[in-house]
């Protein structure tokens, strides 16, 4: 491979690297819109502490926890190749993934998708969890769990090598499910032990709308959450390639914008009102549900799997209020539910489209799905347990920033001025 395509290829996997960052202020800005002024400063310190505690997991062991080297014949399990990263001596030449990138990147643009496991927990537990426990919870979901169903797949585990008639291994392109539904199922299980937020639920049962603080925010951070998904599925690529990287970006914006339009108007036929929230929820749940086979779909693919996404995401809100569960951003109709749509669709449509290969994916999202709702299960009821899950009463009331933090997010000048 000739120096100049080795160098392009490696630049572009750092700039979707930068990108998939960047999508963290996309994160921070949609569930602080979402919420309550009170809580803008705890939300806002979860989210720094999950991107740099993550990546930090992400370096002692999560990496080689993700990507041990499974030998053949091996149950493709759980491996772990060792604490610390040390490039290996093919690491900064083409020999090393055929030339896509250098190893070092290879490690950057991974461990920025190990810590958005975490944020999507976050903002469906916003406003009630306590600080350290919600901290303790991130440090083992995202230094163990993410990495481990990671490496049953890109890690070349037992999903990888999962057959049924026809079908050859189980598919996820950038994450529907190795990402997206890894945080919903915790947050889903987070949400059932944590009960909902006061007056989400009237004595009648019924679900009371409690509105975000800031709604250009929670539109802005969808913005930058588009954006930065150029990063998340063009660098899941893993190079540069023409045709490869111009498909998966058309397909993924395709599918956002359906996935908008179809959860607008489907809100606006059944609660006769133009909800902006359900309408940005709409291109998230697109883009998740692309998330999969973004590479395998065509034009007109991408937009059916986006427009039923965003369907899916009106009645999951719904079925998550039915439930009387309290999710203030619609973290599990978006990541989860979607997810789950998203995966399961790479069987039903696209190059891969089979009911052998639908077969398949089904018993994927059926393992992500038993291994993160148990392991999430058992480390949140342990810590409910034994340091408490949910602030006081009076703490939910007051708000966390004052409680939590001592500061407010929009500190008031006018007692300064002369």
Not at 6 to 17: I, K, L, P, R, S
């Amino acid at each position: 491979m000739e120096a100049g395509l080795f160098t392009a290829n490696n630049v572009w996997m750092m700039v979707c690297t930068a990108l998939v960052f960047f999508m963290h202020l996309g994160f921070s800005f949609l569930e602080i819109g979402l919420t309550r002024q009170k809580n803008t400063v705890n939300i806002l310190f979860k989210n720094v502490f999950i991107i740099t505690v993550g990546l930090l997991l992400y370096y002692i062991g999560g990496f080689n926890l993700m990507y041990p080297g499974f030998e053949e014949g091996s149950s493709g399990f759980f491996k772990f190749a060792g604490f610390g990263i040390a490039a290996p001596e093919n690491g900064m030449t083409p020999d090393y993934a055929d030339g896509g990138y250098t190893w070092w990147t290879d490690f950057l643009f991974q461990g920025m998708f190990a810590a958005t496991a975490a944020t999507i927990v976050s903002g469906a537990v916003a406003e009630r969890i306590k600080l350290g426990g919600f901290m303790i919870f991130t440090i083992i979901y995202v230094g163990l769990v993410y990495p481990i169903v990671g490496s049953w797949q890109w890690g070349g585990g037992f999903l990888s090598t999962l057959s049924y008639g026809e079908a050859e291994g189980f598919y996820d392109f950038a994450g529907s499910t190795l990402v997206h539904s890894v945080g919903g199922w915790a947050a889903l299980i987070a949400i059932y032990l944590l009960g909902a937020r006061i007056g989400k639920f009237g004595e009648d049962g019924k679900p009371k709308a409690i509105p975000g603080h800031n709604l250009p925010l929670a539109a802005a951070g969808v913005l930058i959450l588009w954006l930065g998904w150029f990063g998340f599925n063009g660098g899941s690529v893993l190079s540069a390639d023409p045709a490869a990287t111009s498909l998966v970006l058309v397909t993924t914006c395709l599918a956002a914008a359906a996935g908008g339009v179809a959860a607008f108007l489907t809100s606006t036929v059944l609660y006769k009102n133009y909800d902006l929230t359900m309408f940005l929820n709409g291109i998230l749940g697109g883009l998740v549900g692309i998330t999969a086979g973004a590479d395998q779909m065509s034009p007109n693919e991408a937009v059916i799997i986006g427009l039923l996404a965003g369907i899916i995401i009106v009645l999951g809100v719904a079925l998550i209020d039915k439930l009387k569960l309290d999710d203030p951003v619609g973290a599990v109709a978006v990541h989860l539910i979607c997810g789950i749509w998203g995966t399961l669709a790479v069987g039903i449509f696209g190059a891969m489209a089979s009911f052998d290969q639908f077969l398949v994916q089904l018993a994927g999202v059926g393992a992500a799905a038993v291994f993160c709702s148990l392991t999430a299960f058992i480390i949140l009821f342990i810590i409910k347990k034994v340091a408490g899950l949910r602030v006081s009463e009076q703490e939910e009331l007051e708000g966390l920033d004052l409680h939590e933090h001592g500061m407010d997010a929009y500190a008031d000048f006018r007692m300064n001025q002369h």
